[in-house]
RNA sequence: GGCGCAGUAGCCAAGUGGUAAGGCAAUGGUCUGCAACACCAGUAUCCACCGGUUCAAAUCCGGUCUGCGCCU
């Protein structure tokens, strides 16, 4: 990198919201008003061969802008939220570079708020034994002795994670053996950080009826154009249903359907309401988030008028392009 | 027209005299290396309607309405 000033020099534009709501198609309008390029912040479209369920953009529709971070990794990778930090830095780095601006586009809120405010993940090398020896203990004793267990170590952090989440209590556990620190007192710590970026950060919303018609309509439009013949073949390939990419919705609902336990209009069904819920998850997530600007669709006549707020908006904070600055 | 069965939250549903289980959905929330993950919390002053019996009724009795089945 061979900016001149620190990374506040970095500017980031982020444009985020529920799922189906729209972000593709108005990032496109985007990056063609800015000169931006995309980098999809999305845990699913970046795994090749997964392209109708995730909803993933087309190459021939990319209309010549640059897309980072699709469809790079094989299905039987893991992708993780340091994984995405550490590619996704890289691409605005490049992207920057070459006196273009970063667009970060996609869902997973929890990638954005990684990436936007560079948290500190503390890596480690995988000792995976641990975790197993975490996993047996569970099955051994019970998810109440694991929560006494992070009870004493990490009282503050127990206090904040309900016994039934396992999951989330085997990580602090395993933080704790790992680093010999609270993972309570790293949250705490992190979550003072101030993003080394000059970002805005838009989410897009709709009504949330609207949305759900719409996800319902884009589920059977998938379906349309060869869903199950798609995950199908993945299924063939022998990837099992703990993958990471085989939990993505419109994947992991198939699993049963191909074993016979259920029906494919059930498992249709499924994959609309699981996308229900996600969609609703998402939108908890950023409404907590601070520094955010939320666009309503019912507020704007199209989409074109979104993007005029959304540039009028982009010059007010100096996120413009940074070709002469640079130089 | 007659007989029988049924009518409990948006849906499914338990409860058959003692003060409305549960599931799904909807809604709100948590989230710091699996995040399209994992997890949590509410939600019927009321049981089709009207009247009666009783200290007490969603639960018993009568009537009305609606649905389903059978008979004519």
């Not at 019970?142 to 004493?152: A, I, M, N, S």
Request: proline share 3%; charged share 35%; with cysteine.
């Amino acid at each position: 990198m061979t900016l001149g000033g620190s990374d506040k020099d970095i500017p980031l534009v982020i444009l985020t919201g529920p799922t189906a709501v729209g972000k593709t198609s108005l990032s496109l309008r985007l990056a063609r008003a800015i000169d931006g390029e995309i980098i999809s912040a999305d845990s699913m479209q970046i795994y090749q061969k997964m392209q109708i369920g995730t909803a993933r953009i087309l190459p021939e529709e990319m209309e010549g802008i640059p897309h980072h971070l699709v469809a790079e990794l094989d299905p039987r990778e893991e992708f993780n939220v340091v994984e995405f930090q550490r590619r996704a830095r890289e691409a605005i780095h490049q992207i920057v570079g070459r006196g273009h601006i970063p667009i970060i586009a996609g869902g997973t809120g929890f990638y954005i708020r990684a990436l936007v405010y560079d948290t500190d993940f503390s890596e480690h090398d995988d000792q995976e034994s641990y975790r197993e020896e975490l996993k047996n203990l569970l099955d051994r004793e019970g998810k109440e002795y694991l929560h006494q267990e992070l009870q004493r170590l990490d009282p503050e952090y127990a206090a904040t994670v309900h016994c039934n989440n396992t999951k989330r209590v085997i990580r602090a556990l395993e933080y704790y053996h790992e680093t010999g620190e609270k993972l309570s007192a790293h949250n705490a710590a992190q979550a003072e950080r101030v993003s080394p970026y000059r970002f805005a950060c838009f989410v897009l919303d709709m009504d949330r009826s609207a949305l759900y018609d719409r996800i319902d309509r884009r589920v059977d439009q998938m379906m349309e154009e060869g869903l199950e013949e798609e995950v199908r073949s993945l299924y063939e390939e022998g990837l099992g249903r703990s993958l990471v990419s085989m939990q993505g919705i419109g994947y992991k609902e198939f699993f049963d359907y191909f074993e016979g336990s259920c029906s494919l209009e059930e498992t249709v069904e499924q994959i609309k309401k699981d996308t229900r819920h996600f969609a609703k998850r998402q939108l908890t997530w950023f409404r907590r988030e601070k520094e955010v600007i939320r666009l309503n669709k019912e507020d704007y006549p199209d989409e074109e008028a979104i993007l005029r707020k959304m540039l009028e908006i982009l010059e007010e904070k100096g996120i413009t392009a940074i070709d002469d600055r640079q130089v």
